[in-house]
């Protein structure tokens, strides 16, 4: 078993007790695990990028910026239960990262951009009017960053036509990453109860962890040979 196979298990060993924090309701406890696991997907992320010998420029240069969206997703997982909004900005400025790799190696047909159109207006229509959640003053900045995530999980579905099982893994890193934020929103913007809070935080951590460890472990082929 490799080094970056055993970070990426170790993650979702983490992942476990981030849950139960969540679920006992303790914070010290959540947050501890939910720091290691952001650190999992960081490492794993190097461990994959640095485990190919003979890269391509094209592919450094999309791993490279890949690896600055984990770095910046893992500062803003810390800073997200501390100070919302910066942590958010951390999040925002990761999906435009992420876009920038994606565009570059597989920009998007007419196709592809009708998908998007399709599935944002889906989701913003949703948003504009259901009743459970309270976006406020962050609805518009919200909204532009949901067109990022949905445009990121449509972009990579590209890689489906790899032939590599690795680089296929990066679309449903992206995926879950979307499901995982939409689940987020009803821990964060909603009056539910605490216990109801805490499976949504608890489903919210089952994608996007292992979403962006999927992410990670992606860059773990060159995918442009």
Do not use: R
């Not at 958010?88 to 951009?113: D, R, S």
């Not at 919200?142 to 590209?158: C, P, Q």
């Not at 109801?196 to 992606?218: D, E, R, V």
């Amino acid at each position: 078993m490799t080094l970056k196979t055993k970070t990426f298990g170790a993650g979702i060993f983490f992942l476990l007790f981030f849950c139960i924090g969540l679920y006992i309701n303790n914070f010290a406890f959540y947050f501890s695990f939910k720091i290691l696991t952001s650190l999992s997907f960081v490492i794993t992320g190097f461990l994959s990028f640095y485990a190919n010998k003979e890269k391509s420029e094209e592919y450094t240069k999309f791993a490279k910026t890949i690896l600055i969206g984990l770095v910046l997703s893992f500062f803003a997982d810390v800073l997200l239960d501390l100070f919302f909004e910066i942590g958010f900005g951390f999040f925002f400025i990761a999906e435009i990262t992420y876009f920038i790799a994606l565009f570059k190696i597989n920009k998007p047909t007419k196709k592809y951009w009708i998908v998007i159109t399709i599935l944002f207006f889906a989701f913003f229509f949703f948003e504009y009017f259901n009743p459970w959640t309270n976006l406020g003053i962050l609805f518009w900045p919200l909204m532009v960053y949901l067109f990022f995530l949905i445009s990121n999980t449509v972009i990579s579905a590209k890689q489906f036509n790899s032939e590599s099982k690795v680089t296929k893994i990066l679309h449903i890193g992206m995926m879950f990453f979307l499901i995982s934020d939409f689940v987020l929103q009803f821990k964060i913007f909603t009056d539910f109860s605490q216990m109801a809070k805490a499976w949504y935080g608890i489903l919210n951590g089952i994608f996007y962890f292992p979403g962006q460890l999927l992410i990670a472990y992606s860059l773990s082929k060159d995918f442009t040979k």
